[in-house]
């Protein structure tokens, strides 16, 4: 019995091996890297679409615009132009940066009217979430907001909201990919 129970002992870190050692036909799990990577990708392209820019004034204007997306590893450049069936037009630019080290999203928002915004957040399954906060050099600042992208089949939804009712300007955007 004794001798048994040695035996055992000697082949049990034999046994966990085996049990743990993943199969031929076993793929590894994507990193967390490469899955941001990969949600970046999408964003790759020409879209097209619509939209309403509205004003905490109460006043709104319908938008048409393209914007083109180029990533590369784990940044993506988004960038755009709007305009209205009156003259009024606008090009933005949206630069995100995914952090491997903290798995957060940081960048930049540029419009050629004078804004520009800090971006700081998480992805959520197909959503960026991320503060945007004007910075001094902003011509008129707004009251901090939050611009969420949402990747889309064929396409994705650009929101920009402040976080304070009545006041700043709110952006809605449908883009397809073109």
């Known amino acids: 019995m004794f001798h048994r129970a040695i035996t055992l002992k000697a082949f049990a870190p034999v046994l966990l091996l085996a049990v743990a050692a993943p199969t031929a036909t076993a793929q590894p799990a994507p990193s967390a890297v490469s899955r941001e990577i990969a949600f ?9 679409g619509t939209g ?7 006043s709104s204007h319908r938008l048409t615009c393209r914007f083109t997306g180029n990533s590369e590893g784990r940044q993506v ?10 003259i009024f037009g606008t090009s933005m630019r949206i630069d995100i940066q995914y952090d491997a080290g903290t798995g957060r999203y940081s960048g930049s928002f540029r419009e050629s009217m004078g804004t520009i915004a800090d971006l700081a957040g998480s992805r959520q399954g197909q959503m960026l979430s991320l503060s945007f906060t004007e910075t001094p050099e902003s011509i008129r ?3 901090p907001a939050r611009l969420t ?5 064929g396409g994705m939804v650009l929101t920009l909201r402040g976080t304070k009712p009545g006041r700043g300007q709110s952006l809605n955007l449908e883009l397809r990919k073109s």
Do not use: K, M
């Not at 309403?52 to 109460?58: N, P, Q, V, Y």
């Not at 450049?77 to 009156?86: E, F, K, Q």
């Open 40 to 48: 970046l990708r999408a964003f790759d392209g020409q879209f097209a």
């Open 52 to 58: 309403s820019l509205e004003r905490a004034s109460g």
């Open 77 to 86: 450049l988004l960038d755009g132009r709007c305009s209205t069936a009156i």
């Open 141 to 143: 600042p707004n009251p």
């Open 149 to 153: 992208i949402v990747r889309r089949d």
